[in-house]
């Protein structure tokens, strides 16, 4: 409901909880700051929920991609992990072709 409300109350609450999530993000990047699955979701909240700090979600969105690809060439990466960080190589891929062609932002 708040992401289609126009209302400025709900705007408002809306950049409050999106300024939330970044902070979580950011300190989850400081603590595993290669982690693909980290770096795009990060970038995503910059990129499609604030609408700001485009370049820096750009550099995520490589970043991710090219962890992923190092992680998923390892033998010993476990199903799940392996699973995920496919996820984070073609959302970051897809995420970074959306942001470059100008679409998504608050």
Known sequence: ALRRSTKAADRTQREAFWERAWVGYSTALELKPEDPA?????AVILHYCLGRDLDLAANMYE????RAEEELARDDLSDELRDLYRIARRDSRNNLVALKAGRGGG
């Open 38 to 42: 980290y770096l795009n979701d990060g």
């Open 63 to 66: 970043r991710a991609f090219a």
